[in-house]
């Protein structure tokens, strides 16, 4: 993409939703994303600039069942101390087989691992992989035909499961804070944070979810978890009503999310979300206690 479109897609962005000039070079930097790495000649050589501190592994469970991720240690990880645990889920672009692509379709996760955030926030950053034709799971309670974002089939296999596996198996090769848990995602990986805390909402300290959706009648399960919600209220590809629908349940029940929500915005929204003054503050001051 040349420079003249760069810079009248920057013009747009600051025009339209009023953001500071870093956060509207983010906006832009992403949506600019699918065409430069065609231009370059593929996705893997965009993501490999973003996945060189992060490393590759593999679980395999007793069924022979295989989760591909990314793990990203905390700076001089020392074992004697206890340290949070960061999971981070891509959209639906970071699907695959390659155990890279999740790293270029997880916002939270590129933020996360830079080098000030790393010093500032020491933790692990686990980054997993969801294969073709899976997700992270969803407990949407409405029907297929409601969603305008196609993410497959509801009969597709969810990969849930491994990763809670996966977990386990880091935490007792690592000395990881079990009561500083926290998930995060976009799109369809704000579908998955949605999935994982209102499942197993014992195991963790906080969430953000950007751009997702989950089961408003399951909100109860939640009233207690710190929870960031964040959405573009012109999203045309995951309905904002799935956001709000989601924050209003919690607070029926006697919860207080924080929800913000960026008028005129669109679908890309989690540069927005991370340039949210005090927010990994806020992450990692949690404690599931």
Known sequence: MNKNMRGFLLTCTLSILGANLSVAQSIVAHIMTAADRHKLGGDNVMATAQTSNFEARTYVNNENDTLLYR???????????????????????GRGTDNIRQIAGCWPAQILSKQENREKYPAFIFVPQCPQGSDWGRSLGVSEK?????????TQPSVDSIVLEAISTLE???????????????????????????????MFAAAIPICGGGNPSLAQNIVNLPVWVFHGQKDSAVPVDFSRNMVEAIKKEGGDPNYNEFSGAYHVVWPLAY?????????????NN
């Not at 240690?73 to 020392?78: A, C, E, L, Q």
């Not at 409601?146 to 509801?154: A, D, P, T, V, Y």
Request: hydrophobic share 35%.
């Open 146 to 154: 409601e969603i305008r974002f196609k993410l497959g089939s509801f």
């Open 172 to 202: 007792k090769e690592f000395n990881i804070d079990i009561k500083r848990r926290y998930v995060t995602g976009q799109s369809m990986g704000g579908y998955g944070t949605w999935h994982f805390i209102l499942n197993h909402p014992e």
């Open 71 to 93: 793990l990203l240690r905390p700076i001089n990880y020392d074992p004697n101390k206890k340290y949070p645990l960061v999971i981070c889920l891509s959209g639906s672009g």
């Open 275 to 287: 340039d949210t003054p005090g927010l990994l503050d806020w992450l990692f001051a949690q404690n």
